[in-house]
């Protein structure tokens, strides 16, 4: 994963590109995967935490596909 990071930007924005990429998604994945779990699981839906993670699973596969 790091390598492809790596890979996707020029020599110059590197560090900061990564480093922005890296912490955006931790910010905005792993801060928002507890609160929509506890809310699915207050609303009798078991289910969807599962789902909540399969599919972004989905949509990295689908992110790391070349075109």
Do not use: E, H
């Not at 912490?23 to 078991?46: R, V």
Request: glycine fraction near 8%; include cysteine; hydrophobic fraction near 50%.
């Amino acid at each position: 994963m790091f390598r492809y990071m790596l890979d996707c930007l020029p020599t110059q924005v590197r560090c900061t590109g990564t480093s922005l990429m890296w912490s955006s998604s931790a910010a905005i994945f792993g801060g928002t995967a507890p609160i929509l779990a506890a809310y699915f699981i207050d609303q009798n839906w078991l289910f969807m935490p599962g789902l909540y993670v399969i599919l972004f699973g989905l949509l990295l596969l689908l992110s790391l596909r070349k075109t």
